[in-house]
């Protein structure tokens, strides 16, 4: 098959759609926080660092290993006045080799109201928001 083949669509390839970025769901922010994690299973109390924060999740670092659709509670304070309690379900893990931390992802599932309204506010305010960048479906 030439380069013009292919520009023009002949023979076209089968792509894996899940391969493909979609846009974000709402605007994130890069932070470095430390927030407090309750594990529902065993009702402990650890430490984790939030490094991304949106309206709907958060991406977390953890020296403890969480399985996908694991319930957490995650008590986040990103400055004086915006301390956040959301209830969350880990919907990804990220074990690096040679590395003591994972990186999860949480989706933001038990949250009142009126804080999730604070938390986009919150969001929204930070100078360096983004709302475009790509995620992996």
């Keep these: ?3 013009l083949d292919t520009l023009f669509g002949i023979g076209k390839r089968r792509v894996n759609s899940a391969a493909f970025r979609r846009p974000r769901a709402s605007k ?6 430390r927030a407090d994690l309750y594990r529902t299973k065993d009702a402990s109390t650890h430490t984790a660092i939030v490094y991304n924060l949106s309206g709907g999740g958060a991406c977390i670092s ?3 290993r969480f399985a996908v659709g694991e319930d957490l509670t995650l008590t986040i304070s990103a400055g004086r006045s915006a301390s956040f ?7 990804f893990a990220r074990q690096k080799p040679g590395r003591i931390h994972g990186d999860y992802g949480v989706k933001f599932v038990r949250v009142r109201q009126g804080d999730l309204e604070r938390l986009r506010t919150f969001v929204a305010s930070r100078d360096d928001a983004r709302h475009t960048a790509p995620a992996f479906i």
């Design 1 to 3: 098959m030439s380069l």
């Design 62 to 64: 953890s020296e403890l």
């Design 85 to 91: 309690t959301l209830g969350c379900t880990v919907i």
């Design 28 to 33: 994130r922010v890069s932070m470095e926080e």
